[in-house]
């Protein structure tokens, strides 16, 4: 399957950033790497760097939307702008916006559903506390976010799933090879048992700690289609590099 390298620059950047976007479309004009390649910056920055990349092989998306079109929801942002504004994909459910946020699996599947119908691809997070690891809970946490978080919209629309352990993002740990195969295989079969034939083709992403050092052991591991990378990605020589092991 095609991988997918995504950047996650929370709440990173400013608009000087824009030397960051430009080494990095540079450094994709010269790759032979068949790959998706996106960034995704803070709001304030989405619609600069999508008209700065625009017909490049950098995709730019958002990191939240809000579930419904328009309305009275002060400081909040819609599917339907980000789309509006030239963004392709939009990240949903991170550990950090349930965190923060207090955000459940009921809300980043209605806020799936307002991405997919305005033509957004969304990323969707899951991924256990090492408190659920250690308590041997990591299947089952995993798998029922990914129940919970998916609408019944995604059906026959392009979604993507990142598997994101809380343990390793931001912190320097990695899951091992055998422990990331384990739980995407876990999350390959459970989008075939709900989505059929549709379910193979979805892009599941490995989220956590990845950087130019571990990233073609990860990205070679069954089942992975690509990374989401927060610290990484805010470096282009990084976030080349690992896209560069997408090959
Ligand atoms: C993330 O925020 O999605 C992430 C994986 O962060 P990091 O790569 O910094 O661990």
Partial sequence: MRKLIAGNWKMNGLRASSDVITEIVQGLEGTEIEADCLICPPFTL???????????????????????ASGAHTGDVSA??????????VILGHSERRADHG??????????????????????????????????????VVLGQLDMSLPDALVEKP?????????????????????????????????????????????????GSMKPANATEILGVADVDGGLIGGASLKAADFLAIFNSAG
């Fill in 46 to 68: 989405l619609g600069a760097f999508a008209e700065q990349t625009a017909g490049s092989g950098l995709k730019i998306g958002a990191q939240n939307c809000h579930a419904v």
């Fill in 80 to 89: 339907q702008m980000l789309a509006d504004i030239g963004a392709s994909h």
């Fill in 103 to 140: 955000e459940l699996s009921s809300d980043v599947a209605a806020k799936a559903s307002a991405a997919v119908d305005a033509g957004l691809v969304p990323i969707i997070c899951v991924g256990e506390s090492l408190a659920d690891r250690e308590a041997g809970l990591t299947r089952k």
């Fill in 159 to 207: 979604f993507v799933i990142a598997y994101e352990p809380i343990w390793a993002i931001g912190t320097g740990l990695t899951a091992d090879a055998g422990q990331i195969a384990e739980v995407h295989h876990a999350v390959r079969e459970a989008l075939v048992k709900r989505f059929g034939e549709q379910g193979h083709n979805v892009q599941i992403l490995y989220g």
